[in-house]
């Protein structure tokens, strides 16, 4: 993201957005929508700016517009989420690409049904500000965590410059400390994602080398729903799906309604939320059908993404095999049931200027 936050409201989101604000205690997991059935379809969703637009969904009512119960549950932790998924506890999770491959691989049933966002300037490289590209890199100490989705961004980053791995003294740190570790001069670098990003680089003498606006495409943000689900509900979670884009083109016309609602969850202001958003590029129908379909070798296409995470994932032994078919991870004839009517359908502009 080209515009940072101020100093005030980036260390606000740091201690909130991270630490899983949003839910009433400390808890794993919490209903944080509305009282609903026991036959509620169960969505679980976690502090990452861009699926906090399932709220903005709730908030303007889409899922009693489109007669679908769905019951979004609150998780303060991320992988609690993804844990919770992967065990039958919820029926669907907003989770990212590189997640989905591990449960892929050990047999879990479950398809992805669309893609909320990419990530659009909401991961960087932050570094001391003598270090002014990412040829500067070379032997300088960059930290972030070994086998994440920000470890993968910073091997595709380097990779612009022609460099690898091998040309840094790469150090493994959560990114929760590899941030002020930046900023007090204890690395040289180190790639985050927000709000950890826009605090390292407003803090301290640093500045943004880099960030995922310019690999379009590589850290995408999806739906995923169990096999179970799909097999006996699937007229429900088309009504899931249809009403995820009525709720965008509702943010497109009222912003500043659609924020409200997100930044209730995450108990931060509007103006923060909207901060929050710059960096994720919200997808519309024809985004996803295009994602879906439109086959090549670049991360415009997912399971080019899927294959190329996959590799990633292996040579960094966070899972046991290949991923032998990128494809059988997604279903999107969700998607493609919508494509026809509703392509043109607007999803908000979430970019800072």
Known sequence: MKKVMSVLTAMYLLLLLLSGCGGKDSGAAENSSKKSSDQAIKIGVSAFPGWYTWYAVQGFGAFEKNDVDVELVWFNTYSDSLQAFNSGQIDAVCAALSDTISPAINGVDFKVVLINDNSAGADGIVAQSSIKSLKELKGKTVATEVGTIEH???????????????????????????????????????????????????????????????????????????????????????????????????YAEKPDEALGYMAKQADISTEEMKTAMAGARLFSIADNHAAFHEQAEDYSYLPYTAKETAKFLLDQKMVSEELKDPESIFDSSYIDKLYEDAADMKVPDTQAE
């Open 152 to 250: 993968f961004f910073l091997l595709n980053a380097l990779e612009t410059a022609g460099l690898s791995e091998k040309d840094i003294q790469l150090t493994n740190m959560t990114v929760e400390n590899a941030g002020p570790a930046v900023i007090s001069g204890q690395v040289d670098a180190a790639s985050l994602w927000e709000p950890s990003l826009s605090y390292a680089a407003s803090e301290g003498d640093t500045n943004l080398l880099f960030d995922s606006s310019e690999i379009p495409g590589l850290i995408p943000d999806t739906l995923m729903v169990s096999g179970k689900v799909l097999k006996n509900r699937s007229a429900e979670v088309q009504k899931i799906v249809k009403a995820y884009f009525d709720g965008m083109q509702v």
